[in-house]
């Protein structure tokens, strides 16, 4: 039987297990790459392996997240970044070069190569036919130590794509369609694999829009073919010796088919607080809209900004919106300057930030009180924006500039103007020297690592105790992302200090968590978090499970998790539970006291996790599938006592 594309690159890079969906596989890593906002706790957790020199083809640490430096910490950690790159052999990419996903995009991913990244957008490049897998930054120093990457060997999904876009629909609602069929829900250790004739029309920043996003269906990762548009797009890039093609078995089997008639889709929106809360443009109605922003991984390529520029040219924003336009890269800012469009921006009012995350990860342009931001960007999580009272849509680069024109919800069809079909250029013109290489660091060993204030040392943590005895420091419900549970926005510059950024546990659900969570520790009682549905959701920051394990949580019982969370509650000793009847979630509150005798012979030995309620005089069963490998890693207290 033929092979999907999936199949193709992990057998090639198998080092353990069989490509057997559902079994635990180990893969050869070829790339890494790291943002700033995890890459610090990431480099510090590499330093503590003694491994002198990177044993991958290439690892590219990105300044991106975290650019506004206000206060020491966050200029401290760039500093700090590019000591780590010039002794370890790893590719600095500079503040002010670009969100790390274009700029891996553009400039290093390769078709048929695989990469994983501390950041969960790392799918991304999946749109050049490479597996791009996001991770917890431990994970990514492990594979920067040479070590395999451990994953749940994937089902196949086919997207089919067939016909073509029209006018003023755009990727964006490619992916947002995808989402309202999957929803954020249900699809942990799935591979969405495009194909179809639909494809030939669709370049590769626009794939990578939508591989970018397919993050938010919470499956491992996206991957489309390599073909003539991905040679295009390398040879854009000056770069076609890269290109290979990679294309599935014409009798491939997948797990699952799903068809999209792209001339059937219509703009659509990402309702608050959820990217799978899907609506047509049209529905939502003309609500008024106080900031649009146009920006992220998502959609700020040269051809986003360059529709939303000719849409602009010639107008001025509506008076009661603030229009927010941040390019992904740049490169992307330098062609638009170029050739022009930048004019355009500013005569028609709007604001340039700079070529970083920014907005998306709540790190300024929070919207006003009660406010609604429409954002092209990926997340429209609970007050991710910065600002509990706003909401969040997510729309297309067209629904944007419609929107920044009108002050109102508008499906952009009906502006009245011609649609601006942008062409991809044929050639960008690239620029290179805002990355530091290995090759100008004359010797690597006595490079020295200057460390401000504010960075710490990664945590140490106990073995797995016999018992877990303790209280439910708290009880949260569906669909917690990583977001509630250790929020970025003005605390990014707590990242490497871990007792700091611990204080912000569970801030936007319940900011008394930490006191409470605290003094349990210092009594020498376990905290145990209960949650719902799709626990974890969201980012791929391991702090969501480090800043936890320091205020003493030795186990989430939750109904469902999420992939790359659950992998970081393992990674640093925290036990991912399910509960076995679901109902019993009903049953449980904060504050209950909790047993779980005998836990560490249990995890050891196998056979049932019995959980008593002593609050309630009940006792209920949970369920945790670990491989031997997880299980050494709860029982020694996470993956760095493991690896010493
Ligand atoms: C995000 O989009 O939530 C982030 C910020 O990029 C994170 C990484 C982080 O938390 O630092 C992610 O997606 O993994
Ligand atoms: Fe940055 Fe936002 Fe993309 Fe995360 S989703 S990498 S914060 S732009």
Redesign the pocket.
Known sequence: MGKTITEKIIEKHLVAGRFIPGTEIAIRLDQTLT?D??GTMAYLQFESMNVPRVRTELSVSYID?NTLQIGFENPDDHIYLTGIARKHGIVLSRAGNGICHHVHLERFGKPGKTLIGA???TPTGGALGMIAV?AGGLDVALAMAGEPFYITCPQVIRVNLIGRLRPWISAKDIILKVLEIFTTKGNVGCVLEYGGEGLSTLTVPERATIANMGTECGVTTSVFPSDEMTRRFLKAQQREEDWCEIQADPDAAYQRSVEIDLSELVPLTAKPHSPDQIATVREVGGISVQQVCVGSCTNSSYKDLVTVACILKGKLVHPDVSLIIAPGSRQILENLARDGYLADFFASGARLMETA?GF??GNGQSPPTNGVSLRTSN?NFFARSGTQTADVYLVSPETAAAAALTGRFTDPRDLGIAYPEVAMPERFHVDDRMFIRPEETAEPSAVKIVRGPNIGKPPKNDPLPKTIRGEVAIKVGDKIT??HITP?GDLLKYRSNIPKYAEFVFRPVDPSFYERALKNRDAGRHNVVVAGLSYGQ????EHAAICPMFLGVKAVIARSFERIHSANLINFGIIPLIFHEPDVYNRIAQGDEIEITAIRKTIQNGGKIIIRNITRGEEFECLCELSERQKALLLAGGALNLKK
Do not use: E
């Open positions: 943002p906002s995890t997240h950041d969960s957008h996001g995350c998306c990860v997340r990583t977001d970025a969201g980012s791929s920051r």
